[in-house]
DNA sequence: ATTCTAACA
DNA sequence: TGTTAGTA
């Protein structure tokens, strides 16, 4: 397929789409018009792209996991590798909550200090 | 009408 | 990312 319809079938950007292969996420075969020739299975690879990208990996992280994302059944299945980085990645994000929920906690104690004396 | 590349407000 | 230009 060309790449307007897997646009309308993922829901993904023609824009996008091509910026997904200029980062190497896809490598779509190139018909002898030049345009790009997707195959259906592209459909679900983007589809577990966007759904990496959006629960807050980066393209560059999902690039090392595409095997994790061609195999058949759901969109996203067990893959061991893909896990275990995951976890590396929540922990991140744990770390990170930890720290905000600090500068929240310190900012909220000056702040009604502040308030107590005005 | 659709796609391609490159580049811009 | 969107959008636009000039093509094929």
């Known amino acids: 397929m060309k790449i307007g319809e897997l646009s309308r079938r993922s829901g993904v950007s023609v824009r996008m789409l091509r910026y997904y292969e200029s980062e190497g996420l896809i490598a779509?075969?190139?018909?002898?018009?030049?345009?790009?020739?997707?195959?259906?299975?592209?459909?679900r690879i983007v589809l577990a792209i966007r759904t990496l990208n959006e629960a807050g990996l980066k393209l560059d992280f999902i690039r090392r996991f595409l095997p994790c994302l061609r195999?058949?059944?759901?969109?996203?299945?067990?893959?061991?590798?893909?896990?275990?980085?995951?976890?590396?990645?929540?922990?991140?994000?744990?770390?990170?909550?930890?720290?905000?929920?600090?500068?929240?906690?310190?900012?909220?104690?000056?702040?009604?200090e502040m308030l107590s004396h005005s």
Request: glycine content about 8%; hydrophobic content about 30%.
């Open 28 to 43: 779509p075969a190139r018909r002898a018009s030049g345009y790009r020739d997707y195959d259906v299975e592209d459909v």
């Open 71 to 112: 195999s058949e059944g759901p969109i996203l299945h067990p893959c061991p590798d893909l896990m275990a980085a995951m976890e590396q990645q929540m922990q991140a994000l744990d770390d990170r909550i930890g720290k905000y929920r600090e500068s929240r906690k310190m900012l909220g104690g000056y702040y009604e």
